[in-house]
T-cell receptor
Framework: GQSLEQPSEVTAVEGAIVQINCTYQ??????LSWYQQHDGGAPTFLSY????GLEETGRFSSFLSRSDSYGYLLLQELQMKDSASYFC?????????FGQGTELSVKP | DGGITQSPKYLFRKEGQNVTLSCEQN?????MYWYRQDPGQGLRLIYY???????QKGDIAEGYSVSREKKESFPLTVTSAQKNPTAFYLC?????????????FGSGTRLTVV
């Protein structure tokens, strides 16, 4: 089967940097995705890593190590609007399997 | 603008009733999905479809049914066999691919049993 592990919650202050980790166990791995979901809203796609290394998109970066079955999402220059849940996900047999989500609280 | 439309936004179901949640997309995506989300939890896959007139069960299909008669539409029926249906239901679509180009999600339907 597939499983993804990520911390349930993280707290940080405005302007800081935070890292959300994700470890996965899956057969047939193609890549690791990250999604953001604000309270009561729909998830939105942030990034996808198919190869090892760091991908940067503005204030957000995502990292993958396939040999360690591990990835992380890095958020820099945190803003209050970054308070949300963040999900890692892997694609398996044509469908995305999501982790339980990490609730990020950004404090002033 | 292309996107996914889910309706209704809120739905109330009486015990023993079947209810159907609508999901329509105009993104020309081949694949469509239904997920269930409980408070403070991740997204669990109910059903998915990669082609018209074909669909597969996800991890929690019991008590649910779907149809895919048109590429644009993927309605979900919550049957009376689903004993704990109160949850947030999310529909999504994507191109067919082994990589993730990003699912597009609808705004969700919040179902409550009364």
């Amino acid at each position: 089967g597939q499983s993804l592990e990520q911390p349930s919650e993280v707290t940080a202050v405005e302007g800081a940097i935070v890292q959300i980790n994700c470890t996965y166990q899956t057969s047939g791995f193609y890549g690791l995705s990250w999604y953001q979901q604000h309270d009561g809203g729909a998830p939105t796609f942030l990034s996808y890593n198919a190869l090892d290394g760091l991908e940067e998109t503005g204030r957000f970066s995502s990292f993958l190590s396939r040999s360690d079955s591990y990835g992380y999402l890095l958020l820099q220059e945190l803003q209050m609007k970054d308070s949300a849940s963040y999900f890692c996900a892997v694609k398996n047999e044509g469908k995305l399997i999501f982790g339980q989500g990490t609730e990020l609280s950004v404090k002033p | 603008d292309g996107g996914i439309t889910q309706s209704p936004k809120y739905l109330f179901r009486k015990e023993g009733q079947n209810v159907t949640l609508s999901c329509e997309q105009n993104l020309n995506h081949d694949a469509m999905y239904w997920y269930r989300q409980d408070p403070g939890q991740g997204l669990r896959l109910i059903y998915y479809s990669q082609i018209v007139n074909d669909f597969q069960k996800g991890d929690i299909a019991e008590g649910y049914s779907v149809s895919r008669e048109k590429k644009e539409s993927f309605p979900l029926t919550v049957t009376s066999a689903q004993k704990n249906p109160t949850a947030f239901y999310l529909c999504a679509s994507s191109p067919l691919s082994d990589r993730d180009y990003g699912y597009t999600f609808g705004s969700g339907t919040r179902l409550t049993v009364v």
